[in-house]
Nanobody, 122 residues
Framework: QVQLVESGGGLVQPGGSLRLSCAAS????????MGWYRQAPGKQRELVAV???????SYTDSVKGRFTISRDNAKKTVHLQMNRLKPEDTAVYYC????????????????WGQGTQVTVSS
């Protein structure tokens, strides 16, 4: 069993900052890509940022220059530093990880966290 537990969401004023964290635990051999998705009311879930095991990052255009994704491979954690937040960033944010649970045979599965609410409002 693998679990992803998120923390750090909340209510913040426009222009403010929040830092989301996600910790993976369980039967983990290694973790490949980790990322953050978000889903606003009435909208589809969208990829916000992804980071590879080697540290390469990618962001959706709307957050470039404002959000930074990082990870600690030893601690099996991923973080999302969100600066200059806008009302349109309001959503439930989900952590995602591609987890290798076995090497022989190689088995890799995608896991999701439970989601954390981020609300940007004055």
């Amino acid at each position: 069993q693998v679990q992803l537990v998120e923390s750090g969401g909340g209510l913040v004023q426009p222009g403010g900052s929040l830092r989301l964290s996600c910790a993976a635990s369980g039967s983990i051999f290694s973790i490949n890509n980790m990322g953050w998705y978000r889903q606003a009311p009435g909208k589809q879930r969208e990829l916000v940022a992804v980071i590879t095991s080697g540290g390469s990052t990618s962001y959706t255009d709307s957050v470039k220059g404002r959000f930074t994704i990082s990870r600690d491979n030893a601690k099996k954690t991923v973080h999302l530093q969100m600066n200059r937040l806008k009302p349109e960033d309001t959503a439930v944010y989900y952590c995602y990880a591609d987890v290798v649970v076995s090497t022989i045979p190689k088995l890799q599965y995608g896991y999701w966290g439970q989601g954390t609410q981020v609300t940007v409002s004055s």
